[in-house]
């Protein structure tokens, strides 16, 4: 099965600053994601590419939405339709009129998979947030008292264990940080405590 979108332009420049409502984005969520554990990674990821806007960016509310609506609905399509990821939610926003910049990082937050290479500031960041979150959120799980005194060490010793988390790419992880220019451990140090926050 091949996940290849065969494409690599998203959506229509003439919708740019289009994006959903917040009612709009949480219907797509509730219908299309019925796997709480999903939707709880979705929501991490979600609040992660938030945080990076606002924080970061000193990004405009506006932004930071737009930011947060891509992780929120990266993985829309996962839960129902693995075969049609993450073309059907690609198409549902293009047929929304979606700024393209959202559908894009979408698009792109698994190359290998989808042949889309992560481009802008916005696509690298979801790209390296998907799997570093996910690891991080499984070894949370396996501490006494999940999230609360979680070091960056402890991650780093997680990510040297090859079954901790097997399915969890090391290497799109060492590809993001990269291609985001940014050192694992800061990016590390930065999603321990936003992530705890989201329940
Ligand atoms: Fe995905
Ligand atoms: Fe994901």
Redesign the pocket.
Known sequence: MSLHLGRTTFGNIINKENVLSKEEAEKIFTTWVLNPKLRL??KQ?AYLMKCWAAEKLNATETTQWKWEMAGLL??AD?DQWPDLHCQKIIEELEARNIDPEIIRAIAS?GHTHFGVEPETEMDKMLYAF?ELS?LIHAYSLMRPNGYEGMEVKGVNKRLKEKIFAANVSREDINDACQRANIALNDLIAFIIPRQAMVK
Do not use: A, K, L, S
């Open positions: 990674h979705m990821v990266h993985d996962w937050h998907d996910g």
